[in-house]
């Protein structure tokens, strides 16, 4: 199916991105969340999205409001009508998600795909909440979500074919390029860079290097854009240790038991660029 009209529910840091770049690729998109200031500050990101892109000559002032024009926002899902897709980025809750994908359920078009952007719940226990599995998938994307060039397809043990190509299809319209990853903790991003996060953690607490040490070796030595203690900071230390939680719960493997230090942090409410510390001072 091709996707004129996409449904994107959670107007936060991550919805706001997808819309942005839903809009981008000619979708029409309705953006929902729970009150009128959530979707008005979902609406905002976006503007200064598009304006960024016209200030650094990347976008042309008429088709920045060709964009904004696809644009419509809503805080009922259950009245908007038309939607060929839906993409869910609401806060990270099992619960409040599959909430929102028995909604999803009654007002997608009959055909259409339902995805959602969780970072570690599995598509299989959300597709349950409807009643049409096969077309549910998940959607990784990273963030932020207008630079960033990957999305994460997960199929669930019940996603189709037809919904994993159409998806596919999808995100490629959206200027992305895929992988596809088992349903399984992690997916494959996070199984493989939150378990290097936290060795770097358990680094510093061992007393190995500094964190300037660390993440300069790391830089310099493995050609890495930013070394792992400040990536870690700029993604959110409590992000970090839920993911490193559910990879440790998920897999029952004690190589993936976050590290002391990084919880300690955490507990002093050092939670990164965020706070105003983590790691390092901001
Ligand atoms: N932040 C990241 O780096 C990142 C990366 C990849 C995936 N994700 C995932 O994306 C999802 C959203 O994360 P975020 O960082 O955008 O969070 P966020 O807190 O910025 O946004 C979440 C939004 O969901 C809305 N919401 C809550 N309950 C709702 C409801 N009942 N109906 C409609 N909207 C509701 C909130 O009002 C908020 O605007 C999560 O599942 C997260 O795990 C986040």
């Given at each position: 199916?091709?996707?004129?009209?996409?449904?994107?529910?959670?107007?936060?840091?991550?919805?706001?991105?997808?819309?942005?770049?839903?809009?981008?690729?000619?979708?029409?998109?309705?953006?929902?969340?729970?009150?009128?200031?959530?979707?008005?500050?979902?609406?905002?990101?976006?503007?200064?999205?598009?304006?960024?892109?016209?200030?650094?000559?990347?976008?042309?002032?008429?088709?920045r409001q060709s964009f904004l024009g696809g644009l419509t926002t809503a805080t009922e899902i259950g009245k908007v009508s038309g939607a060929d897709a839906a993409i869910e980025a609401v806060s990270e809750s099992e619960e409040l998600k599959k909430k929102i994908f028995v909604q999803l359920d009654a007002v997608v078009k009959p055909g259409g795909l339902i995805a959602t952007n969780t970072s570690s719940i599995p598509i299989t226990r959300i597709a349950t909440a409807t009643q049409r599995p096969e077309a549910v998938i998940g959607m990784h994307?990273?963030?932020?979500?207008?630079?960033?060039?990957?999305?994460?397809?997960?199929?669930?043990?019940?996603?189709?074919?037809?919904?994993?190509?159409?998806?596919?299809?999808?995100?490629?319209?959206?200027?992305?390029?895929?992988?596809?990853?088992?349903?399984?903790?992690?997916?494959?991003?996070?199984?493989?860079?939150?378990?290097?996060?936290?060795?770097?953690?358990?680094?510093?607490?061992?007393?190995?290097?500094?964190?300037?040490?660390?993440?300069?070796?790391?830089?310099?030595?493995?050609?890495q854009p930013m070394g792992p203690l400040q990536l870690a900071d700029f993604i959110g230390l409590d992000t970090c240790l839920s993911i490193a939680e559910v990879l440790h719960k998920g897999l029952g493997d004690d190589k993936y038991r976050p590290c002391p230090l990084l919880r300690q942090t955490v507990d002093a409410g050092w939670l990164g660029k965020k706070t105003g510390r983590g790691f390092y001072k901001y």
């Open positions: 199916m091709n996707v004129e009209h996409m449904l994107v529910v959670g107007a936060g840091q991550m919805g706001a991105g997808i819309a942005q770049v839903a809009l981008a690729a000619g979708i029409k998109v309705t953006l929902a969340d729970i009150s009128a200031e959530a979707v008005a500050k979902g609406r905002a990101r976006i503007e200064s999205g598009f304006a960024k892109l016209v200030e650094k000559g990347k976008l042309d002032d008429a088709k994307f990273m963030n932020p979500v207008p630079v960033m060039q990957l999305v994460e397809l997960i199929r669930g043990a019940a996603t189709s074919d037809a919904t994993y190509a159409a998806t596919k299809a999808m995100a490629e319209k959206m200027g992305k390029t895929t992988v596809v990853s088992k349903d399984y903790p992690g997916f494959i991003v996070n199984r493989i860079l939150i378990p290097m996060l936290n060795e770097a953690c358990f680094a510093l607490m061992e007393g190995l290097g500094t964190a300037q040490d660390i993440d300069t070796a790391m830089k310099l030595g493995t050609n």
